[in-house]
């Protein structure tokens, strides 16, 4: 066995859609619920270094895969892409860019099917600026020695969503794309004139042909959608301690925004609702480290003209009470033009309250125990004097 999943019957008109990768006498097939076998005019190979199983045309690896749709297994994507030796994807890049390899010689491909570097080079490497990736295509001999490189640059510096407050003409919010005739069929879409995604083909953001209002499906075969909507977006963030991104789906409806949770495999409107929502962005670094500083996205919510904070999806961004006139740096709060520092994330927990003249500055981060910190700023006071202040918002004082 090599990969499985398991969809048991739910309702009774729609058969059972698990399906099984299993190796027999060094083939690999693909296999039913029921034992039968599927695709038998292709040859199945697992990909390089993954579990992932590659179909294969003619001698050529493709970026078909299968579907269930209609009570049959069929192959979707692009039935023209057997063209590549074997495919991956490249490391550390978040699905981003995929390995394409031609007679050992390799080249990269970005997600939507661009190619960035041709199928010509024995070894790839990269480097990483916010949105800016540069990457080495490296030629080598006999022995491994590099005897040409050439650079190639990809930017994914995308523009900000419709929807959504943003300040940020440099957001990083993903791109909407529609989705294709042949995606759309597969996920029995085809009745809709528009149908979008974000990186992500599921959950996919359906538009009414009638009343223009959106749904957003997560599943492949939407008994009902819901067409409530004005507009249906997505935001990222960041979690305390973390270089990870999020991202979380959000709503326009009349003049409210909110988020949706995803529970079940489904996306429910979050109970909390807002004026606004902004997308922000802040440089921070390790202040225990000499590496480079980078931005992170963070978010901020607006209830009758104050700013605070929520909780969402068990994803802690950053407890923030409903009390200030804006939150900036993802933590510093505003308030009469005082600022302080919040950060309710657990193990964390920052309080110094909004009093001080110019943003507080971290000058000390101890580690305790148990992943626990200890956090020292350095403030400046209405009588214009510097004080340290501790995480709990206590001041300390040079004892004459």
């Given at each position: 066995m090599i990969d499985f999943t398991i969809q048991p019957r739910?309702?009774?008109?729609i058969p059972?859609?698990?399906?099984?990768?299993?190796?027999?006498?060094?083939?690999?097939?693909?296999?039913?619920?029921?034992?039968?076998?599927?695709f038998k005019d292709y040859e199945l190979i697992k990909s390089h270094n993954e579990k992932r199983v590659l179909f294969k045309k003619n001698g050529k690896v493709g970026f078909q895969r299968p579907?269930?749709?209609?009570?049959?297994?069929?192959?979707?994507?692009?039935?023209?892409?057997?063209?590549?030796?074997?495919?991956?994807?490249?490391?550390?890049?978040?699905?981003?860019?995929?390995?394409?390899?031609?007679?050992?010689?390799k080249g990269l491909m970005f997600y939507d099917g661009e190619i960035i570097i041709p199928t010509e080079y024995d070894s790839i490497s990269y480097s990483k600026s916010?949105?800016?990736?540069?990457?080495?295509?490296?030629?080598?001999?006999?022995?491994?020695?590099?005897?040409?490189?050439?650079k190639y640059t990809k930017s994914i510096n995308l523009p900000p969503l419709p929807g959504i407050i943003n300040k940020n003409k440099d957001s990083n919010l993903l791109e909407?794309?529609?989705?294709?005739?042949?995606?759309?069929?597969?996920?029995n879409l085809s009745n809709y004139n528009n149908v979008y995604y974000y990186r992500d083909y599921l959950p996919a953001i359906v538009k009414d042909n009638n009343s223009n209002k959106f749904g957003i499906v997560s599943t492949l075969k939407p008994e009902k959608i819901d067409f409530l909507y004005d507009d249906i977006f997505t935001v990222e963030y960041h979690i305390s301690?973390?270089?990870?991104?999020?991202?979380?789906?959000?709503?326009?409806?009349?003049?409210?925004?909110?988020?949706?949770?995803?529970?079940?495999?489904?996306?429910?409107?979050?109970?909390?609702?807002?004026?606004a929502i902004k997308q922000k962005y802040y440089t921070t670094n390790d202040i225990n480290s000499s590496a480079a500083a980078y931005e992170m996205p963070y978010l901020v919510f607006s209830k009758k003209n104050k700013y605070g904070v929520d909780n969402f999806n068990l994803k802690l961004f950053n407890m923030i009470p409903f009390d200030y006139d804006d939150i900036v740096d993802r933590s510093m709060i505003v308030k009469d033009k005082m600022f302080g520092?919040?950060?309710?994330?657990?193990?964390?927990?920052?309080?110094?309250?909004?009093?001080?003249?110019?943003?507080?500055?971290?000058?000390?981060?101890?580690?305790?125990?148990?992943?626990?910190?200890?956090?020292?700023?350095?403030?400046?006071?209405?009588?214009?004097?510097?004080?340290?202040?501790?995480r709990n918002g206590i001041e300390f004082y040079r004892k004459k």
């Amino acid at each position: 066995m090599i990969d499985f999943t398991i969809q048991p019957r739910k309702y009774g008109s729609i058969p059972p859609n698990s399906f099984y990768y299993v190796r027999k006498n060094n083939e690999i097939y693909f296999i039913d619920a029921g034992n039968n076998r599927y695709f038998k005019d292709y040859e199945l190979i697992k990909s390089h270094n993954e579990k992932r199983v590659l179909f294969k045309k003619n001698g050529k690896v493709g970026f078909q895969r299968p579907s269930f749709n209609k009570g049959e297994w069929k192959l979707i994507g692009d039935p023209t892409s057997y063209k590549y030796d074997n495919i991956y994807n490249y490391p550390n890049a978040n699905s981003l860019f995929t390995l394409i390899v031609v007679n050992k010689k390799k080249g990269l491909m970005f997600y939507d099917g661009e190619i960035i570097i041709p199928t010509e080079y024995d070894s790839i490497s990269y480097s990483k600026s916010l949105d800016v990736w540069d990457f080495n295509a490296y030629q080598l001999d006999n022995n491994k020695k590099i005897i040409q490189t050439k650079k190639y640059t990809k930017s994914i510096n995308l523009p900000p969503l419709p929807g959504i407050i943003n300040k940020n003409k440099d957001s990083n919010l993903l791109e909407r794309k529609e989705m294709d005739a042949l995606y759309k069929k597969s996920y029995n879409l085809s009745n809709y004139n528009n149908v979008y995604y974000y990186r992500d083909y599921l959950p996919a953001i359906v538009k009414d042909n009638n009343s223009n209002k959106f749904g957003i499906v997560s599943t492949l075969k939407p008994e009902k959608i819901d067409f409530l909507y004005d507009d249906i977006f997505t935001v990222e963030y960041h979690i305390s301690g973390e270089k990870e991104k999020y991202k979380a789906y959000a709503f326009k409806k009349g003049n409210i925004y909110g988020l949706f949770d995803k529970s079940d495999n489904k996306y429910i409107p979050y109970p909390y609702e807002y004026d606004a929502i902004k997308q922000k962005y802040y440089t921070t670094n390790d202040i225990n480290s000499s590496a480079a500083a980078y931005e992170m996205p963070y978010l901020v919510f607006s209830k009758k003209n104050k700013y605070g904070v929520d909780n969402f999806n068990l994803k802690l961004f950053n407890m923030i009470p409903f009390d200030y006139d804006d939150i900036v740096d993802r933590s510093m709060i505003v308030k009469d033009k005082m600022f302080g520092v919040w950060d309710d994330t657990p193990l964390r927990k920052i309080h110094i309250p909004a009093k001080y003249l110019i943003k507080p500055e971290l000058i000390k981060e101890i580690q305790i125990a148990d992943a626990r910190r200890a956090y020292i700023y350095k403030c400046l006071n209405k009588e214009n004097k510097s004080v340290f202040v501790y995480r709990n918002g206590i001041e300390f004082y040079r004892k004459k």
